[in-house]
């Protein structure tokens, strides 16, 4: 491959991480080669899950970031001449860039909704197997339990001797195992999922009414209970509700401990806040934290993210955060004392193409052009802000998409509204017009 191509490539390689989100572009985009430009035909190559995979969902994608760098159309082919220099695991990381290392059991803060929970997590995290097996932790999204499977996996790859372990979402168990059958490797992918001491799977709602990727978590979870392997998996109800899986699986999930994590409670959400402050370095007065505390009462997340938009309109009018500033924040984005409902995520998809005028066909659509897809990422962070739904439900909602995709829009609208008056005022107006059409 000539040196220009080369640096096309690593261009388009970019475009596509933004395209689709760090944790997909990591697990099914970052392995692909590039072999070299055949005419007006990109030659790609990569292990065998990877290139079925890529070539089954990300043609598109791959010839729409090509087409952007390149500045003409090309098509995408896979070959399968074998590389030894990828002969790196394809959909399989290091466990240390899976886990997220700020999310440790020193940042969890303990209140009465939450107190089993972190014990039994803590417990299993020191002595795997020994303590519950499996460990079946539920709640609604936002109240911390992906926190507590990211501690458990950063405590056992400090302090574990060696075990070896693997996180995972279940619609990352689904995807890799979908791959691996359209690249007849399901052997790579069991000795991935099942020669392991600790397997850590988040969201497992997401296996309802998915017959295949069911039946594979049934029959790993049985050889990993066998083997004296632990599990720990999370859910937003507990197993008797997922009404889409099967008893069997049910039954295995319900067999060891299953503890809930509810909404917190004053004096957590206050202490949340305290710590989250402590670890970002902001200089917020105890009026504005009390403030956003006694306001906002519906989960972590929400609750985080109210301090973010404090801090951003602090720092964007240069004033402190005082306990009148942060009141005028939640007055600013619709909260307020009183219960509000929470808001539908078309709701806000309609607020959101009113403001930026844009047909809701436009909003959902794969355009890569600025400002359709500056006011996509807004309606994910509102959605992923304004509601209780999972990233991979909320992901669903915008065509399909991947809930990394969703995760990136939030993070980046969340930096943005830090430095960008125009951005932040483009929040405020949206969410308003949310919280207007609702009943107080």
Same mark, same amino acid.
């Given at each position: 491959?000539?040196?220009?191509?080369? @640096?096309?490539?690593?261009?388009?390689?970019?475009?596509?991480?933004?395209?689709?989100?760090? =944790?997909?572009?990591?697990?099914?985009?970052?392995?692909? =080669?590039?072999?070299?430009?055949?005419?007006?035909?990109?030659?790609?190559?990569?292990?065998? &899950?990877?290139?079925?995979? !890529? /070539?089954? /969902?990300?043609?598109?994608?791959?010839?729409?970031?090509?087409?952007?760098?390149?500045? +003409?159309?090309?098509?995408?082919?896979?070959?399968?001449? $074998?590389?030894?220099?990828?002969?790196?695991?394809?959909?399989?990381?290091?466990?240390?860039?899976?886990?997220?290392?700020?999310?440790?059991?020193?940042?969890?803060?303990?209140?009465?909704?939450?107190?089993?929970?972190?014990?039994?997590?803590?417990?299993? !995290?020191?002595?795997?197997?020994?303590?519950?097996?499996?460990?079946?932790?539920?709640?609604?999204?936002?109240?911390?339990?992906?926190?507590?499977?990211?501690?458990?996996?950063?405590?056992?790859?400090?302090?574990?001797?060696?075990?070896?372990?693997?996180?995972?979402?279940?619609?990352?168990?689904?995807?890799?195992?979908?791959?691996?059958?359209?690249?007849?490797?399901?052997?790579?992918?069991?000795? @991935? *999922?099942?020669?392991?001491?600790?397997?850590?799977?988040?969201?497992?709602?997401? *296996?309802?009414?998915?017959?295949?990727? &069911?039946?594979?978590?049934?029959?790993? *979870?049985?050889?990993?209970?066998?083997?004296?392997?632990?599990?720990?998996?999370?859910?937003?109800?507990?197993?008797?509700?997922? %009404?889409?899986?099967?008893? #069997?699986?049910?039954? #295995?999930?319900?067999?060891?401990?299953?503890? %809930?994590?509810?909404?917190?409670?004053?004096?957590?959400?206050?202490?949340?806040?305290?710590?989250?402050?402590?670890?970002?370095?902001?200089?917020?007065? %105890?009026?504005?934290?009390?403030?956003?505390?006694?306001?906002?009462?519906?989960?972590?997340?929400?609750?985080?993210? !109210?301090?973010?938009?404090?801090?951003?309109?602090?720092?964007?009018? #240069? #004033?402190?955060?005082?306990?009148?500033?942060?009141?005028?924040?939640?007055?600013?984005?619709?909260?307020?004392?009183?219960?509000?409902?929470? $808001?539908?995520?078309?709701?806000?998809?309609?607020?959101?193409?009113?403001?930026? +005028?844009?047909?809701?066909?436009?909003?959902?659509?794969?355009?890569?052009?600025?400002?359709?897809?500056?006011?996509?990422?807004?309606?994910?962070?509102?959605?992923?802000?304004?509601?209780? +739904?999972?990233?991979?439900?909320?992901?669903? &909602? *915008?065509?399909?998409?991947?809930?990394?995709?969703?995760?990136?829009?939030? =993070?980046?609208?969340?930096?943005?509204?830090?430095?960008?008056?125009?951005?932040?005022?483009?929040? &405020?107006?949206?969410?308003?017009?949310?919280?207007?059409?609702?009943?107080?």
């Amino acid at each position: 491959m000539t040196a220009n191509l080369d @640096r096309s490539w690593q261009q388009i390689r970019v475009v596509l991480r933004d395209a689709v989100g760090d =944790r997909t572009f990591e697990l099914w985009l970052a392995p692909l =080669r590039c072999l070299g430009l055949d005419g007006e035909t990109l030659v790609l190559d990569g292990p065998p &899950e990877v290139a079925a995979w !890529a /070539r089954a /969902r990300y043609v598109a994608a791959l010839r729409a970031a090509a087409a952007t760098v390149l500045n +003409h159309d090309v098509a995408v082919s896979f070959t399968n001449e $074998p590389q030894r220099e990828l002969s790196a695991t394809p959909f399989d990381p290091p466990a240390r860039d899976a886990l997220n290392p700020k999310y440790t059991f020193e940042q969890f803060v303990i209140g009465a909704s939450n107190r089993l929970a972190h014990a039994a997590a803590l417990a299993v !995290a020191e002595t795997p197997t020994q303590a519950y097996n499996p460990l079946f932790i539920y709640g609604p999204p936002g109240l911390g339990k992906t926190h507590l499977l990211h501690a458990i996996g950063n405590y056992i790859r400090s302090f574990g001797g060696g075990l070896t372990l693997r996180y995972a979402t279940a619609e990352e168990f689904t995807n890799a195992f979908l791959a691996s059958l359209l690249a007849h490797s399901t052997n790579s992918f069991k000795a @991935r *999922f099942r020669a392991v001491d600790v397997l850590l799977i988040d969201d497992v709602q997401f *296996f309802e009414r998915k017959a295949r990727s &069911e039946e594979e978590m049934f029959h790993t *979870f049985n050889t990993l209970y066998e083997a004296g392997s632990q599990l720990v998996v999370t859910c937003d109800r507990v197993p008797s509700r997922l %009404d889409g899986v099967e008893s #069997r699986l049910r039954e #295995r999930f319900a067999a060891g401990l299953v503890t %809930d994590i509810s909404s917190p409670d004053f004096m957590t959400r206050l202490a949340i806040l305290r710590k989250r402050a402590a670890f970002d370095g902001v200089p917020a007065t %105890d009026e504005a934290l009390d403030a956003i505390a006694r306001t906002v009462t519906t989960n972590v997340r929400t609750l985080e993210g !109210a301090l973010v938009r404090a801090v951003a309109l602090a720092s964007l009018e #240069r #004033r402190p955060l005082t306990g009148a500033l942060a009141k005028e924040s939640l007055m600013r984005y619709g909260l307020s004392a009183h219960t509000m409902p929470a $808001p539908t995520i078309s709701a806000i998809q309609a607020a959101t193409c009113v403001h930026f +005028h844009l047909s809701e066909g436009q909003l959902l659509s794969r355009s890569r052009q600025a400002s359709i897809t500056w006011a996509r990422h807004v309606a994910m962070y509102l959605a992923r802000e304004l509601t209780d +739904h999972s990233l991979p439900h909320i992901a669903r &909602e *915008f065509a399909g998409r991947d809930h990394t995709t969703v995760l990136h829009a939030w =993070r980046k609208v969340a930096s943005d509204i830090r430095t960008s008056r125009i951005a932040l005022e483009d929040i &405020e107006a949206i969410t308003a017009a949310v919280h207007a059409t609702l009943d107080p």
